[in-house]
T-cell receptor, first 114, second 111 residues
Framework: EAAVTQSPRNKVAVTGGKVTLSCNQT?????MYWYRQDTGHGLRLIHY???????EKGDIPDGYKASRPSQENFSLILELATPSQTSVYFC?????????????FGPGTRLLVL | QQKVQQSPESLIVPEGGMASLNCTSS?????YFWWYRQHSGKSPKMLM?????GEKEEGRFTVHLNKASLHTSLHIRDSQPSDSALYLC???????????FGSGTRLLVSP
């Protein structure tokens, strides 16, 4: 089974601070994704990547940046955190070349912005 | 923007009963779906996928797909308390997006 890890698992940040969420996958998947999950909204796509060096905007990219420095690592950056970004964030990976990804999720990061 | 709609939002079934969950895509080009299960406090895990019209069965779980109506359904027979979870439906995205998820159906199996 695909192995996707996330760090930190829990984070408390202050409004206006910078937050970096990290994701690592060891299965050599090309595609990686960042989602947030809020009650009533399911999973919403923030950013995704097709490979090292690439990032693409998802459905809700405002207030977030992403970085894919290598095949294994994909980071989500909140430059100026706001309370509305309090959520659970999931990273996922997949290996399809044409959008038929089965998604393998990490354990999630619970972020609280005060 | 493509939407994946799930119904009902929540469902309570008795232990041993049948649970039926529904999902529809707004994109007429969609012809396959995934179902994911997410237990409380955990991450989603792919449960079943279906790529062709008809029915697919794996143990107590059966998935139906009707491509003409862009509709898929998940049926769980002999439901167990361990089946209590959030069930997410997903479809391939359009416009450059990989996958679009629905908001989920929260299933509670009462002992």
């Amino acid at each position: 089974e695909a192995a996707v890890t996330q760090s930190p698992r829990n984070k408390v940040a202050v409004t206006g601070g910078k937050v970096t969420l990290s994701c690592n996958q060891t299965n050599n998947h090309n595609n990686m994704y960042w989602y947030r999950q809020d009650t009533g909204h399911g999973l919403r796509l923030i950013h995704y990547s097709y490979g090292a060096g690439s990032t693409e905007k998802g459905d809700i990219p405002d207030g977030y940046k992403a970085s894919r420095p290598s095949q294994e690592n994909f980071s989500l950056i909140l430059e100026l955190a706001t309370p509305s970004q309090t959520s659970v964030y999931f990273c996922a990976s997949g290996d399809s070349d044409w959008g038929q990804d089965t998604q393998y999720f990490g354990p999630g990061t619970r972020l609280l912005v005060l | 923007q493509q939407k994946v709609q799930q119904s009902p939002e929540s469902l309570i079934v008795p232990e041993g009963g049948m649970a039926s969950l529904n999902c529809t895509s707004s994109d007429r080009n969609v012809d396959y779906f995934w179902w994911y299960r997410q237990h409380s406090g955990k991450s989603p895990k792919m449960l079943m996928s279906i790529f062709s019209n008809g029915e697919k069965e794996e143990g107590r779980f059966t998935v139906h797909l009707n491509k003409a109506s862009l509709h898929t359904s998940l049926h769980i027979r002999d439901s167990q308390p361990s089946d209590s979870a959030l069930y997410l439906c997903a479809a391939p995205g359009t416009g450059g997006y990989k996958v679009v998820f629905g908001s989920g159906t929260r299933l509670l199996v009462s002992p």
